[in-house]
């Protein structure tokens, strides 16, 4: 198994900024896709970004282009989310997530952490 533990959400205002951290243990998880989803009331789980252990490679969502940046520090077993610029549709509970599969479908992803809660007020 896999454990994802995130923290870093809080409050903060339009146009201000948080970084979220995803920290990883358990079994193998060097080969995996690390993503970020996010998921507000009554909304549908939806896409925000992911990242190779093994390599650079990178992925966001449209809306989230430019205001969001998915990395990793591999000493650290530590998967980080900064956001800037952000918005009150950002607003969600954000939710690590590991699978085996580069794709965008929370669907594909079998491990996941507990969420943190992000609130952007207006």
């Known amino acids: 198994q896999v454990q994802l533990v995130e923290s870093g959400g809080g409050l903060v205002q339009a146009g201000g900024s948080l970084r979220l951290s995803c920290a990883a243990s358990?079994?193998?998880?060097?080969?995996?896709?690390m993503g970020w989803f996010r998921q507000a009331p009554e909304k549908e789980r939806e896409f925000v970004a992911r990242i190779m252990w093994s390599d650079s490679m990178t992925d966001y969502a449209d809306s989230v282009k430019g205001r969001f940046a998915i990395s990793k520090d591999i000493s650290k077993n530590t998967v980080y989310l900064q956001m800037v610029s952000l918005k009150p549709e950002d607003t969600a509970v954000y939710y690590c997530?590991?699978?085996?599969?580069?794709?965008?479908?929370?669907?594909?992803?079998?491990?996941w952490g507990q969420g943190t809660q992000v609130t952007v007020s207006s």
């Open positions: 358990g079994r193998d998880f060097s080969t995996y896709v």
């Open positions: 997530a590991a699978g085996q599969y580069w794709s965008d479908d929370s669907a594909k992803y079998i491990y």
